[in-house]
């Protein structure tokens, strides 16, 4: 079946759709098939826009994005995957964040497909930088900012050191702080969820943190880099290439 062919009456009304690339079209018609059945059993204010992504080459797979405003809280679900397995992937992505954000579930991550992006490559060009205004935040605040964007790692300042750093997750249930320097635990509520690196960022240029990541398999480097002295992360993209996350320059140093 085509997206065209899709009855209204499957769509859910609160579910907008855009592609990108050659999508097949059984990719997108199961995506938007799987999101909407969400949508209709969860009894909760949810707006979605679905992205469906195809790469030409590399990975070589359907990406599906999802970004939703639930309660009036944004938030975002990623995936990969093709046909049916993609669509039942982001659909089960969408399904834990509404338990998450409406019900209060603490866990939404237990069941949810692994990524694919850490692999072994030759070195990958860095195709987008990014420039962050820098939110200060506690590590808690940031963990949760990193769970309602379904984000695998988030770069922010630490509030109580002022320190560049990161929030990670280790595993469905192990998230980790990485800070530039300060290995010390962090205080607050909740703050005993997290376990903190106990070595401090390499201070290296990116080609050296580039080098590492594709060399290595690894899904993002956190960084710091040796003319400014701030962090950056650098992370693998679903077509197979680099991206870079860089603060924007401030004269706090």
């Given amino acids: 079946m ?25 990719d997108l018609a199961c995506a938007v098939l799987a999101v909407s059945r969400v949508l209709r059993s969860r009894l909760v204010d949810t707006i979605g826009h679905l992205r469906v992504t195809r790469h030409r080459r590399e990975i070589g797979m359907t990406v599906f994005q999802i970004n939703a405003s639930i309660e009036g809280r944004q938030c975002r679900v990623q995936s990969a995957g093709n046909s049916s397995g ?16 409406a019900y209060g579930a603490t866990d939404p991550w237990r069941c949810s497909p692994g990524r694919t992006l850490a692999m072994i490559t030759e070195v990958r060009p860095i195709v987008r930088r990014k420039l962050c205004r820098m939110l200060v935040l506690t590590p808690m605040a940031a963990a949760e900012i990193m769970d309602s964007m379904d984000f695998d790692a988030f770069f922010f300042r630490d509030a109580d050191t002022g320190e560049d750093a990161i929030v990670y997750r280790a595993g469905p249930q192990d998230m980790r702080l990485v800070r530039q320097q300060r290995v010390g635990l962090p205080a607050g509520p909740g703050a005993a969820r997290l376990a903190v690196d106990l070595m401090p960022t390499v201070i290296v240029p990116e080609l050296v943190a ?20 701030r962090g950056r992360l650098l992370y693998r993209r679903y077509d197979g290439n680099l991206a870079l996350l860089e603060p924007v320059p401030d004269t706090r140093r």
């Fill in 2 to 26: 085509r997206w065209e062919e899709l009855p209204a009456a499957d769509i859910d009304r609160g579910l907008t759709v855009n592609t990108n690339g050659p999508v097949p079209a059984a």
């Fill in 210 to 229: 580039a080098k590492r990541l594709c060399g290595n398999g690894l899904p993002f480097v956190f960084f710091t880099e040796p003319e400014t002295a």
């Fill in 86 to 101: 993609g669509a039942r992937a982001i659909a089960e992505r969408l399904d834990n964040q509404i338990a998450r954000i």
